[in-house]
C-alpha cells in the first residue's frame, strides 16, 4: 500500500493550513484515517497505549448488525412473497429485499455522513466514526416503504438536532438513530404505523392478494387477534420494521457485542428482567387483551430485541454507571410494555421507552455518584 | 502481619525485555542534572550560577515559596549550564563531574538528642526534604506539616519495573536508619510489599513500621493504591509518601553525613540488548546507556516506566523519584487499514475484540504509536476496570475539564496523581490525555485552595 501512502503524503500539503484546500481538512483526515492509522505517538502520559480505537469499535457494532441487517433484506422478499403468491426463490427474496433496503441504507449514510464532513470542517475536528454505526441503525429501524426522502430528512434532523448541536459524538442526549424514527413517528405518522407499511408494496395495493392483512404481531396483540406462531416470531417471519423482527439474528448480535464487551450485558439483561417483571404484573390486572398475552411474547415481538441490543446498550446515551445501568436497562423493559398496553393509538413502545430513559440516564448516574461521594464521606479514618 | 489486601481491578501488561538480576556498573556520565520539572508546582530561585564549583550536597535551587528547601548537587564537580526553556523558565541544572567526589560533610545527628523541628531544619538543610512528597497532591511534602502517616510501596508492578527486594538488598542497615529518621517526623509507617516475600526481602527485618501485604495485578504497587486500600485521604488530611530507595539515601545521611543518592535502577525495554541492573547516581546522563542498546530503529528513551515516565530523550538525565530507564521503539508509522484487523498480534488490547486474552503470558514490543485518533468520551466502563479504587474516574476528569473544584473534592482528587490513573490512559478507546487532565486538576486545586503554596 505504498503508492497509496505516497500520493496521500503527496497531496496532504494543500489540506494543511496554508494550503489551497484546507476548507477540505477534515475531509481529507477523515479519509486519510479510514485508510491509514495515523502515525500520532504519545506525546505526554501513557507513553504505550492499547491498540483499540473508536473505529474498531465501531466494526465491532456493525459486524453485529450484520445477522440482523441479511435478514431484514430476506424477509423483505419473503413477506413481498407472502403478500403477492409470487412464489419467489430464497435469493429470490433475498435479492428483492436487498434492492429494496440497498437505497435506504444509500441515503441514510449519505446523508448523515455529508452533515458530519461538514460540520466536522466547521468546527475543525476529525470526523468522528459514530456515524458508522448510527447510519447502519436507522434504515434497520425504519418501515420498508418508508419514502427514500423522508428517509433523508430523518436522518438529517437526527444528526443535527439530535447530535451535532450538541457536539458531536459523545456529547449528544439522545440516541440519534431512535430520534430519526421518533421524527418520521410525530411528523408522518401514517407512514410509520398501522398495517400497510411493513410490505414492499401493501400501501399502494399492487398485485396484493385478497384478504392479505400486513398487520405486525403488536397490531394484531393490541386486537386481540390471533397472533403468528412463537416460532415464527423469534425467527423473523413477520412483518416488522426492517431489521427488527428476527429475535435469533438479533441475539446473534448480542453475543457478539457481550463477548467483545462493546455492548453492555447488564442493560440487555435488565431490559428483559423490566419487560418480564411488568408483564407477569399486567397479567394479574388483565383489563384488555394485550394485557392478556405471555409476558415472553413481549421480547420476540415489535422492536424490542432489537432496542434493548443495539439502543439501550449505547454508550453515550445510556446510563454510565455500572449500578446505573441495571436501573436504566429495568426501567426501559418495564415502560415498553407499559407503552404499548396502555397506548391506545400505538400498539410499539420500544423506541419512546428508550429515549424517555435517555433523558433520565443523567439523573440515575447523578444519585449513584452521588452515593458514592456520601460513602466517601463517610469513610473511616485511621 | 495483618490480611491480605486482595486487588482485583487493574491490568499487567506484560513487555519485552525485563532486566535480569545481574548488577552492571556504568561510568561517570558527562554530567548531571536537577531539574525543577521532577517536582510538582515547583517554582524554582537559583542559589549557583555556571561556572560554581559544587560539592555533592552543595544547594543549587530552592523553593522559591519555602527557601527552607534545598535542591542540591548529586555529585561533585562544577555547574555546567543553567539549561532555560520558554519564558526562561528554568528546565535544569547540570553539574559536571569531578574526577574525585567529594562530599558535603555535615555533622551526623544523634536521632534521640535532637528535636522534630532541629530534624526537620537538618532535613531541609542537607537536601534530602525533597524525598518525601505529600498527598493530596502529590508535591514535595511542607515542612510545616504534619501527617497522619507516612505511606511507602516496598514492590513495584508496572511494566519492566524493578525488583525492589532485589534492589534493597544488602540495604538493610541504611534502610532502618532512614525508617528511624521517618519515625521521628510521623510515628505512623505504613509499608506495603507483596503477598510472598522472598527470603531476602529485607522488610521482615525492619522495625517500626506497620506492614500491609498485596496481591494483584499492576496498580496494586503503586502507592497510592495502597493509601487507598490502607487509610483513604480524607478532605484536610495530608499524607506522606516516599520511595524505599530515598529512605536509603536518608539513612546514608544519618550513617555517614553525606548527600548520597546512588542507586540501583533497572534498564529495561524492548530495544536493550541485555536488559539488566545497573547502579547509578540521581540526575545521570542517560548516554552512558547507549551502549547498551539495540541500534536498528528509532527508539524513545523514558526515565521511568512506560506508563508514567517522562521522554527524556538521548542525552536526558534520569528524574529525581524514578527507578528505571525503559527503551522502547518510537511508533511512528501508518498502518494500512489497521483498525479493521482484530489479527494484530504484535500489540496488545485489553478488548476482546482482539486476541491478546488468548496470550495471557505473552511478552510484546509495545511501540510508542497512540493507534487511533483522540475522541470525546464514548466508551464506558473501561477505566473502572483498571482502577482499583472507590472512584468513578470519568466523572472525576469531566470535573476537571468544568473547573468545578466543589465536584473534584468530592470525587476523589485529593487521593490521585497521575500516575494512578496511567491505565485508565492505556485502555482508553478515545484516547484522552488522562494523566495529564489529572495533573490539570490538581493544579487548579493547589492554586484555588492553598494560597500558601
Given amino acids: ?185 410525530f411528523s408522518y405518522p401514517s407512514h410509520i404505523s398501522g398495517n400497510k407499511v411493513w410490505i414492499v408494496g401493501l400501501s399502494a395495493n399492487e398485485g396484493i392478494i385478497d384478504g392479505f392483512s400486513g398487520a405486525t404481531p403488536l397490531a ?50 435488565s431490559c428483559v428482567l423490566g419487560a418480564l417483571g411488568i408483564g407477569y404484573l399486567l397479567n394479574f390486572t388483565a383489563a384488555n387483551p394485550y394485557m392478556e398475552i405471555a409476558p415472553y411474547m413481549h421480547l420476540i415481538m415489535g422492536g424490542f430485541a432489537f432496542g434493548a441490543v443495539f439502543m439501550a446498550t449505547d454508550p453515550v446515551t445510556g446510563t454510565q454507571t455500572e449500578i446505573g445501568k441495571w436501573i436504566y436497562g429495568f426501567l426501559i423493559g418495564a415502560f415498553t410494555v407499559i407503552i404499548r398496553v396502555f397506548n391506545m393509538g400505538y400498539p410499539e413502545g420500544m423506541m419512546l421507552a428508550i429515549l424517555f430513559m435517555n433523558a433520565f440516564a443523567p439523573l440515575i448516574d447523578h444519585y449513584v455518584v452521588e452515593a458514592n461521594i456520601r460513602r466517601r464521606l463517610k469513610r473511616v479514618k485511621i | 502481619m495483618s490480611k491480605v489486601i486482595k486487588i482485583h481491578k487493574g491490568l499487567d501488561i506484560t513487555l519485552k525485555g525485563s532486566a535480569e538480576k545481574v548488577l552492571g556498573k556504568f561510568p561517570l556520565s558527562m554530567d548531571y542534572a536537577v531539574k525543577p520539572s521532577d517536582f510538582q508546582n515547583l517554582t524554582p530561585k537559583l542559589v549557583v550560577k555556571e561556572g560554581d564549583a559544587v560539592l555533592a550536597g552543595t544547594a543549587l535551587f530552592v523553593d522559591k515559596h519555602c527557601p527552607e528547601i534545598n535542591f542540591v548537587s548529586p555529585i561533585s564537580g562544577t555547574v555546567k549550564e543553567i539549561v532555560r526553556g520558554d519564558k526562561r523558565k528554568l528546565l535544569a541544572v547540570t553539574v559536571s563531574p569531578a574526577a574525585e567526589q567529594q562530599h ?22 542537607s537536601g534530602v526534604w525533597p524525598f518525601i512528597k505529600q498527598r493530596p497532591y502529590g508535591i514535595v511534602a511542607r515542612p510545616t506539616d504534619t501527617p497522619k502517616a507516612i505511606f511507602i510501596s516496598c514492590f513495584d508492578t508496572a511494566p519492566l519495573a524493578p525488583d525492589l527486594e532485589y534492589v534493597l538488598n544488602g540495604e538493610t542497615e541504611a534502610f532502618q536508619k532512614g525508617i528511624d529518621v521517618l519515625r521521628k517526623l510521623c510515628d505512623n509507617i505504613h509499608v506495603g510489599i507483596t503477598e510472598n516475600p522472598s527470603a531476602t526481602s529485607i522488610i521482615p527485618k525492619i522495625k517500626g513500621i506497620t506492614t500491609h501485604a498485596f496481591a494483584g495485578p499492576h496498580p496494586s504497587g503503586n502507592v497510592g493504591t495502597q493509601i487507598h486500600h490502607i487509610s483513604p485521604i480524607n478532605k484536610g488530611e495530608v499524607v506522606w509518601t516516599i520511595t524505599p530507595q530515598h529512605i536509603v539515601s536518608l539513612g546514608r545521611l544519618f550513617l555517614k553525613g553525606i548527600y548520597d543518592v546512588s542507586k540501583v535502577i533497572a534498564l529495561a525495554g524492548s530495544e536493550v540488548k541485555k536488559p539488566r541492573y545497573f547502579r547509578i547516581i540521581d540526575g545521570a546522563n542517560i548516554a552512558v546507556i547507549h551502549e547498551h542498546l539495540c541500534k536498528d530503529k528509532p527508539v524513545r528513551y523514558i526515565s521511568g516506566n512506560v506508563l508514567t515516565g517522562a521522554n527524556v530523550g538521548p542525552n536526558g538525565h534520569l528524574s529525581f523519584y524514578d527507578n528505571m530507564i525503559s527503551v522502547i521503539p518510537e511508533g511512528d508509522y501508518y498502518e494500512f487499514l489497521g483498525w479493521a484487523n482484530p489479527f494484530r498480534m504484535k500489540k496488545f488490547s485489553v478488548s476482546r475484540s482482539y486476541f491478546s486474552w488468548i496470550f495471557p503470558k505473552k511478552e510484546y514490543a509495545l511501540d ?86
Fill in chain 1, 1 to 185: 500500500m505504498n503508492f497509496l501512502r505516497k500520493f496521500l503524503d503527496r497531496i496532504k500539503p494543500a489540506f494543511e493550513k496554508d494550503g489551497k484546500l484546507k476548507m477540505f481538512h477534515s475531509t481529507f483526515d477523515a479519509i486519510e484515517t479510514f485508510l491509514f492509522v495515523p502515525n500520532t505517538t504519545a506525546r505526554s502520559g501513557a507513553h504505550i497505549r492499547d491498540v483499540n480505537d473508536l473505529k474498531h469499535t465501531m466494526t465491532v457494532v456493525l459486524i453485529a448488525l450484520t445477522p440482523a441487517m441479511l435478514f431484514g433484506m430476506w424477509n423483505t422478499g419473503y413477506q413481498h412473497n407472502l403478500s403477492t403468491a409470487a412464489e419467489m426463490t430464497f435469493w429470490g427474496m433475498f435479492w428483492f429485499g436487498f434492492l429494496k433496503v440497498l437505497p435506504i441504507i444509500i441515503v441514510s449514510y449519505v446523508v448523515g455522513l455529508g452533515i458530519e464532513f461538514i460540520s466536522a470542517q466547521i468546527r475543525g475536528h476529525e470526523v468522528n466514526e459514530g456515524f458508522l454505526v448510527t447510519g447502519m441503525l436507522i434504515p434497520l429501524i425504519m418501515p420498508i416503504d418508508c419514502p427514500l426522502w423522508m428517509v433523508g430528512l430523518a436522518t438529517a434532523f437526527a444528526v443535527i438536532i439530535g447530535k451535532e448541536v450538541f457536539g458531536g459524538t459523545g456529547m449528544n442526549i439522545f440516541n440519534p438513530a431512535l430520534l430519526a424514527r421518533a421524527f418520521v413517528f
Fill in chain 2, 104 to 125: 558535603l560533610q555535615h555533622n551526623i545527628k544523634a536521632l534521640n538528642s535532637i528535636s522534630r523541628e532541629e530534624l526537620i531544619a537538618f532535613l531541609l538543610e
Fill in chain 1, 220 to 269: 394484531q396483540a393490541a386486537a386481540g387477534e390471533q397472533m403468528p406462531s412463537i416460532a415464527d416470531m423469534f425467527f423473523g417471519f413477520i412483518p416488522g420494521s426492517i431489521g427488527e423482527t428476527s429475535t435469533l439474528a438479533i441475539l446473534i448480535g448480542a453475543a457478539i457485542l457481550i463477548y467483545t464487551g462493546v455492548g453492555s450485558w447488564k442493560i440487555m439483561l
Fill in chain 2, 368 to 453: 510508542t504509536n497512540i493507534n487511533g485518533g483522540q475522541r470525546a468520551f464514548v466508551m464506558n466502563g473501561e477505566y473502572e476496570k483498571v482502577l482499583p479504587m472507590d472512584i468513578y474516574p470519568v466523572y472525576l476528569l469531566k470535573a476537571i475539564l468544568a473547573e468545578d473544584i466543589d465536584k473534584m473534592e468530592q470525587l476523589g482528587i485529593y487521593e490521585v496523581v497521575e500516575e494512578d490513573l496511567a491505565l485508565c490512559e492505556f485502555v482508553c478507546t478515545s484516547k484522552i490525555d488522562v494523566q495529564d487532565i489529572i495533573r490539570q486538576g490538581i493544579n487548579l486545586m493547589i492554586k484555588e485552595m492553598d494560597d500558601h503554596i
